[in-house]
C-alpha cells in the first residue's frame, strides 16, 4: 500500500507554470577561488546544520527539498545551530505547501517556497504544530516569528559539475562549510544499484545507475565524491557522484541516500523532464519586523481573499489614493476554511507593513484593504473579527488599534479598514470620578484635557480596581 501511495504521490507532484515572479541570479564563485583545487569528497548532511531525513507528506517533495532541508540548513548554518537539537530550529517544509497547494494534495516547484520565503519567511515546525493536510496556523505570534527567517537571493546553476562541487564546498566564497542544492528529476522506473562496494571516501552503498521515465520529484544535492565509479550498460566507466537525499524517510536506500553520477548532468542526450538542468541554491538572511499587522479573520473559503495595504498622512481620508497588495495570502489555500477542513474558519495572522511605514514616516492612518472575489467552486463568507498595527520601532511595542466597528462583515470587492496612528494608554483616575456608587464603570463619553493642552473625547474599559488604573483609547483632532 506504501508503494502505491509514494507512486500517486509522484505523479501529483509533476510541476506547473513556473511563477513569473521568481528571482534568480546566476551563481559565480569569487575570482580567486574559482580554480582552486577542491577535495575528493564533501557531505554537508553530516554537519550539524543538517536536519534528520523528512517523510514527506503528500505531493510536498518541493518543499520539503527547498524548505524541509535548505532553508533549513542555510539558516542553521548562518546562526551556527543544531537542526537536531530543537523544532524550533527546524524550517517547517509543510508550512510552505499548505500555502502553495491551493488545497489538494499536488506538488509545485522548490522557487515557489523559496519565494514565500523571500516575501514572508517561514514558520518553524515548533510554531507550525502537527502535521495536517491543507492546515494553515492561528495565532499572531507564530507569524511574527515566521517573518526573522527570509531568503535573501536564489541562486540557478546550468548544470555545471564544476560549479556545484565549488559550492558544495564552500559557497563559493571561501566560507568553511558549503551549501546544499535542489534539483529535479523523474523517479518512477529508475534504477538503483543498493548494494554497490564500489570505491567511495563517504561510505554509502546506494548508487543510481539509470535515470527514472515518469513521475517528477524534486531532491536535495548535500555533497559529492569523486571516487564513486561504475561502468554502464556499454561498457563505459563513469567516476564522481553527488551525494543525494530523498525525502521518503531513513527506511529507503541507505539512510534516505543515494549517489547520483556526475554524468548524467553532463549527458547533452538526457531530457529535462528525467533530469532539469536548473539547480537551485540559496542565500538566507534574518529580518526584524518594524511594524505589523495583527488580524483575525473569521471566513469560510480562504481562496476568495486578498490583502493589500498603504499608510497615508491624511487623518481624515476614509480609503487611500494607492494601496499595495501582498505576496502571502491572497488568494490561496482553496475552497477551504481559514484554518482548514479540520480546524475551522477562525484565524489570527500578521502582516508585515514595515515597508508602508518606513516610506510613509508622517503617516497618520495604516489602511488594510480585505478584497473578496470569486475564488474556486464556491463563495465563502465570514468577517474581520480584529484589527491592529503594532510598531516595534521604540523598542517597546506600540499598539493602535482599528477605528472600524468589529466585526465587520466582508462584501464583494473592497473592504478597508483604517488604523489611525493613536496609540492605547494608561492612565490614573479615581474610579468614584468615572463610576456609579456602586463601583461599576461608566459607558458615558468624557471630554477631559490632556497634558499638553489639548481636549479629547473617552471612554473606558478594561478596568483595574486594584489599582486604579482604566486603558483609554486617546484620540486628538488637528
Aim: glycine fraction near 10%; hydrophobic fraction near 35%.
Amino acid at each position: 500500500m506504501r508503494n502505491k501511495l509514494l507512486l500517486l504521490w509522484l505523479l501529483l507532484g509533476i510541476p506547473g507554470i513556473l511563477p513569473a515572479d521568481a528571482q534568480r541570479v546566476q551563481f559565480s564563485p569569487a575570482k580567486a577561488l574559482a580554480d582552486s583545487a577542491l577535495p575528493a569528497a564533501v557531505d554537508n548532511s553530516l554537519l550539524q546544520y543538517f536536519p534528520p531525513v523528512i517523510d514527506q507528506l503528500g505531493g510536498s517533495c518541493a518543499q520539503a527539498a527547498g524548505i524541509g532541508y535548505m532553508f533549513t540548513y542555510e539558516i542553521n548554518r548562518l546562526l551556527d545551530r543544531d537542526a537536531s537539537a530543537s523544532a524550533g530550529n527546524r524550517m517547517s517544509y509543510q508550512f510552505a505547501w499548505n500555502m502553495l497547494n491551493d488545497g489538494q494534495d499536488q506538488g509545485g516547484f522548490v522557487e515557489e517556497g523559496l519565494l514565500l520565503a523571500k516575501n514572508y519567511g517561514i514558520m518553524t515546525e515548533a510554531d507550525y504544530g502537527l502535521h495536517f493536510l491543507f492546515k494553515w496556523v492561528t495565532g499572531y505570534d507564530n507569524y511574527l516569528r515566521a517573518m526573522h527567517y527570509r531568503a535573501d537571493r536564489i541562486y540557478e546553476y546550468a548544470d555545471s559539475v564544476p560549479l556545484m562541487k565549488r559550492y558544495l564546498y564552500d559557497h563559493g566564497n571561501g566560507s568553511a562549510t558549503g551549501g546544499i542544492l535542489t534539483f529535479s528529476g523523474q523517479s518512477v522506473g529508475w534504477t538503483i544499484d543498493d548494494r554497490y562496494d564500489g570505491p567511495s571516501l563517504t561510505g554509502y552503498h546506494s548508487l543510481l545507475t539509470t535515470l527514472a521515465s515518469n513521475g517528477s520529484h524534486a531532491m536535495t544535492i548535500v555533497g559529492y565524491d569523486d571516487t564513486v565509479g561504475y561502468t554502464d550498460s556499454n561498457g563505459n566507466r563513469h567516476e564522481g557522484a553527488f551525494i543525494v537525499v530523498n525525502s521518503w524517510g531513513t527506511w529507503w536506500q541507505d539512510r534516505g541516500r543515494f549517489y547520483l553520477p556526475y554524468d548524467f548532468f553532463r549527458d547533452p542526450q538526457v531530457k529535462t523532464q528525467q533530469l532539469s538542468n536548473t539547480v537551485n541554491g540559496v542565500d538566507v538572511a534574518t529580518y526584524n519586523p518594524q511594524v505589523v499587522l495583527k488580524l483575525t479573520v473569521d471566513y469560510t473559503s480562504r481562496d476568495d481573499l486578498s490583502y493589500a495595504v498603504a499608510a497615508i498622512e491624511d487623518r481624515q481620508r476614509t480609503m487611500p489614493k494607492e494601496q499595495q497588495f501582498l505576496n502571502v495570502f491572497n488568494n490561496r489555500g482553496g475552497d477551504l476554511p481559514m484554518r482548514g477542513p479540520q480546524f475551522g474558519s477562525r484565524i489570527e495572522m500578521a502582516l508585515d507593513i514595515t515597508k508602508q511605514a518606513v516610506t510613509t514616516p508622517q503617516a497618520k492612518q495604516y489602511f488594510l484593504n480585505i478584497f473578496r472575489s470569486f475564488g474556486g467552486t464556491r463563495k465563502g463568507e465570514g468577517q474581520l473579527v480584529g484589527l491592529s498595527a503594532i510598531d516595534y520601532r521604540s523598542g517597546q511595542p506600540v499598539e493602535y488599534v482599528c477605528r472600524d466597528s468589529l466585526p465587520a462583515n466582508l462584501t464583494d470587492g473592497y473592504n478597508y479598514f483604517a488604523i489611525p496612528l493613536t496609540p492605547l494608554f494608561t492612565v490614573s483616575a479615581s474610579p468614584l470620578r468615572y463610576a456609579d456608587t456602586a463601583g461599576t464603570l461608566s459607558d458615558e463619553t468624557f471630554l477631559i484635557r490632556t497634558a499638553d493642552g489639548h481636549h479629547a473625547k473617552v471612554r473606558f474599559g478594561t478596568p483595574d480596581a486594584t489599582n486604579q488604573t482604566i486603558i483609554i483609547r486617546y484620540e486628538t483632532k488637528e
